[in-house]
């Protein structure tokens, strides 16, 4: 594939819910092999534009480009092929609590064939391993872990069946200081080591400048601002240094009261 | 605004839509019961929840259903010197009308809700929108075995309250009524016609696709977190236990109209 033909493209990206518009023209390129950081405030549509690209949204008017082919016009079928190739980290972890920790994160290998049940406990095990978690966790059930091992069995089940593009929405959301770092870092690695594209939601600007080349804020339903992952805080940007610098005074208006 | 014939109006044209997208939903399940890949072990996993744990309270309501159909016919025909009809009376009515009925009264109580609340709340947890990022279809795998089980599990209630229900009335028959006991399991049989039977294990069918198909449609649409779950739950047991009763009358309409 050709080096400037992004993994992803999105262009002209909108989606009302009912008489709110959440996103209303978003363009983004994402480079292939390397990390973006979407920023954004909350229920500025980060996740929304996310689960755009997943297709479990549709979106209004746009288009979405991957790898060069628009997939608002692919059927079914080559939909699912694609999906397959992509792995998802959800905000809240969305581990299946019906299944034990091993079957989950084995079950898209599962759902493709590639593995039989009996192997999947060992592959399990080898995965959970890469992420920093004791084979024993594999048999226990999704609410019997804690937060943070919760998203690293989220994290292992994005990764098992060895995606290509990788969605993390809010990594580090609700972690202590210390274990969003281990998270980060695990990300980092994985990512590396399969050469996937990925891309990332956050609100914190240590994990932003750790998991991301490149950087992109969303802002009353557009891009604003793409550049340097390792710029943010001085870019030059008020909107973005005031998100980076969490300060109270500048362009950005909380609307706290209507 | 409040033209009372616009809102009316509106009202129905909601309806159509939902009745509408049912439909679809419905159409849809079924269609992937015809697709390979097949979720046996979801299926038995439904069928044993439905079929075998609804087994005591199936059969509690259905033995004190006879019982009492017994004492108010006795009653009733005392006064025309008919009491022999009481053994007639009571199969008849258990196997057409109150085995079914009041079978898959107590299951959509049960099913429905328990359904419902399980699907809704994977809804409001991105759950199924995981399982599509997981190669697997949510229609396939958490809608058609349910449908499948539900239509499969009915009837075999059924049957066992259509049994323990005559036995509730020969029971009072024998022991409190004067009946011989011969005799009463005699004029049961007797009467007892094939179509009768039949007619309520067909009824049984639809009615666990009823249950299930709620629960699933329900559960599935849910939004809005912890209250959305309890609403939809709420809302696939009193859907479910009307359409019982109104699809009841029409089957009966069709079987023994003249
Ligand atoms: N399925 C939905 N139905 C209605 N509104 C939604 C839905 N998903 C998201 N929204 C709304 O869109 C806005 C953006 O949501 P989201 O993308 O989740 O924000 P964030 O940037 O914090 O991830 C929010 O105001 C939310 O209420
Ligand atoms: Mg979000």
New binding site residues.
Partial sequence: MKDDVPKIRLRGLSKA??E?R?LDGVDLDIRAGHGMVIL??????????IKCVLGL?APDAGTIEIDGRDVLAMNRREREELNDRIGMLF?NGALFDSLPVWENVCFKLLAQKRITRRAARDKAAEVLAQVGLAASVGDLSPAELSGGMQKRVGLARAIAAQPDIIFF?EPTTGLDPIMGAVIDGLIVDVVKRLGATAVS?THDMASARRIGDDAAM?HKGRIVWTGAAAALGNTGNALVDQFARGEREGPIQMELRR | MLNPVAAVGRAVLSACREVGALALFALEALSHLLRPPFYGRLFLRHLVEIAYFSLPVVALTAIFTGMVLALQSYTGFARFNAEGAVANVVVLSITRELGPVIASLMVAGRIGASFAAEIGTMRVTDQIDALTTLSTNPMKYLVAPRLLAGVLALPFLVLVADILGVMGGWLIGTTKLGFGSTGYLKATMDFLEVMDVVSGLVKAAAFGFVITLMGCWCGYNS?GGAQGVGAATTTAVVASSILILALDYILTEMFFAQ
């Avoid at chain 1, 954004?40 to 534009?49: D, I, N």
């Fill in positions: 819910f009912g709110k959440v954004g405030g909350s229920g500025s549509g980060k996740s929304v534009t949204i905000q929405d939601i969303l | 939004k």
